[in-house]
């Protein structure tokens, strides 16, 4: 498979504990992009990265959240001191930006996490 | 501010009925629009994009400026459409990210 990469597929921690999740884009993508999405809610915007530069980034990513990506391949989000409202599913996605041209955005599986 | 509304959280059809599935957007601008599909247990995919004015297992979905609309539609639905869809708009400039609505679940029962 190809595809847009997620690990893990599902994480529980403790109230307060760090997590990480890590994105594998496609191959050959110069745009990776993390979501979150809640129950009966369409993905939220987190933040975005072109190569290695982070671009944007949505008011919903707290000080609590950083995301990078070192060397503009895969990236990693870590969630600190994590609060039972980020219990969510954390969704990967990685397309190939070119200039004039429409965006075809493609999405992991996402990184279920529940925070207890 | 850039918005997309899909009034319907739920959608239940017969099979071989037609289905439209509504989306409107906010964008102060020209917005590209999509629609991306959920089937049960895969991830979300794309189903069209404006842009391309292509038909997608039978669906369309044509751009209305003037209501600000991208409704997606089906002449006979099949059980296997059954998911969950997102309207989706980003901003004209390549890889810009994408807005989605909160979706709406389509149903199609025999």
């Known amino acids: 498979d190809t595809g847009v990469s997620q690990n893990p597929r599902h994480k529980i921690t403790k109230r307060g504990q760090n997590v990480t999740f890590r994105c594998d884009p496609i191959s050959e993508h110069n745009r990776l992009y993390w979501y979150r999405q809640t129950l009966g809610q369409g993905p939220e915007f987190l933040t975005y990265f072109q190569n290695e530069a982070q671009l944007e980034k949505s008011r919903l990513l707290s000080d609590r959240f950083s995301a990078e990506r070192p060397k503009g391949s895969f990236s990693t989000l870590e969630i600190q001191r994590t609060e039972q409202g980020d219990s969510a599913m954390y969704l990967c996605?990685?397309?190939?930006?070119?200039?004039?041209?429409?965006?075809?955005?493609?999405f992991g599986e996402g990184s279920w996490l529940t925070v207890v | 501010a850039q918005r997309v509304t899909q009034p319907e959280k739920l959608l239940s059809v017969f099979k071989g009925a037609p289905v439209e599935l509504k989306c409107n957007y906010s964008?102060?601008?020209?917005?590209?629009l999509f629609w991306y599909v959920q089937y049960s247990r895969q991830r979300l995919q794309l189903l069209l994009r404006h842009i391309s004015r292509e038909s997608i297992k039978g669906f369309t979905a044509d751009l209305n400026k003037g209501e600000t609309s991208f409704h997606l539609k089906k002449p006979f639905a099949q059980e296997e459409d059954s998911a969950m869809y997102y309207c989706a708009l980003s901003g004209h400039q390549a890889g810009t990210a994408l807005i989605f609505g909160k979706g709406t679940t389509l149903s199609v029962s025999s």
């Open positions: 964008y102060s601008g020209s917005p590209e």
């Open positions: 996605a990685s397309s190939l930006a070119r200039t004039g041209s429409g965006n075809t955005i493609y």
